[in-house]
């Protein structure tokens, strides 16, 4: 079983940028799509970007043109790049595979790490 440990959360304020790292325990992620997704409280979980094994990538509507996702192919790990931070953002961020419809994914889901947009 793969494991993902999601990392680079943190405390930032409106406007600001934070860089989120999610390494995998095996080297999945040149051959299957990888997204991050997040939960803010009291709502159900979303996806935010995925990113293809060919690098093609898709973000949901209310981050296009803040959020960068990526790959590193070589390190197991993806990325997302989040700049212009809106306390909306505010939520914790997994990184898993998308296996179906909606949030249904491949593999265990990790701790999550937290981001928060507060001034």
């Known amino acids: 079983q793969v494991q993902l440990v999601e990392s680079g959360g943190g405390l930032v304020q409106p406007g600001g940028s934070l860089r989120l790292s999610c390494a995998a325990s095996?080297?999945?992620?040149?051959?299957?799509?990888a997204g991050w997704y997040r939960q803010a409280p009291g709502k159900q979980r979303e996806l935010v970007a995925s990113?293809?094994?060919?690098?093609?990538?898709n973000y949901r509507e209310s981050v296009k043109g803040r959020f960068t996702i990526s790959g590193d192919n070589a390190k197991n790990t993806v990325y997302l790049q989040m700049n212009s931070l809106k306390p909306e953002d505010t939520a914790v961020y997994y990184c898993?595979?998308?296996?179906?419809?909606?949030?249904?994914?491949?593999?265990?889901w990790g701790q999550g790490t937290q981001v928060t947009v507060s001034s």
């Open positions: 898993n595979v998308p296996s179906g419809a909606g949030t249904l994914v491949l593999f265990a």
């Open positions: 095996g080297s999945i992620f040149s051959r299957v799509t």
């Open positions: 990113i293809t094994s060919g690098g093609n990538t």
